[in-house]
């Protein structure tokens, strides 16, 4: 079973970047197909990014499209992602996950998942 760590969470200003970053502890994490998710204040979760452990393919929610990168690092079994040109309406609680259905942006499919990390932009 997977254990999935998240930090760089923080505070910025809008049109500011902050990294987080999804350490892995399982040595056959090759396996996973790995995502971002975010939940506000008062809403539900929504999937943010993802990418394949290979890092061939990736997947982005339109709103972070050109502004957010995911990536990964195979040697330190880490997941990334550079968060850009921040705005206020990116605060949110930032999780990484992991499930072994590629391709997937239902939460549902998600068997592991961090502990979460909080992003906060003011204006």
């Known amino acids: 079973q997977v254990q999935l760590v998240e930090s760089g969470g923080g505070s910025a200003q809008a049109g500011g970047s902050l990294r987080l970053s999804c350490a892995a502890s399982?040595?056959?994490?090759?396996?996973?197909?790995m995502a971002w998710f975010r939940q506000a204040a008062g809403k539900e979760r929504e999937f943010v990014a993802a990418?394949?452990?290979?890092?061939?393919?990736?997947d982005y929610a339109d709103s972070v499209k050109g502004r957010f990168t995911i990536s990964n690092d195979n040697a330190k079994k880490t997941m990334y992602l550079q968060m850009n040109s921040l705005k206020p309406e990116d605060t949110a609680v930032y999780y990484c996950?992991?499930?072994?259905?590629?391709?997937?942006?239902?939460?549902?499919?998600?068997?592991?998942w961090g502990q979460g990390t909080q992003v906060t932009v003011s204006s």
């Open positions: 996950a992991a499930t072994f259905l590629r391709g997937t942006r239902i939460e549902k499919y998600y068997n592991f």
């Open positions: 990418i394949s452990w290979t890092g061939a393919g990736t």
């Open positions: 399982d040595r056959t994490f090759s396996n996973y197909f």
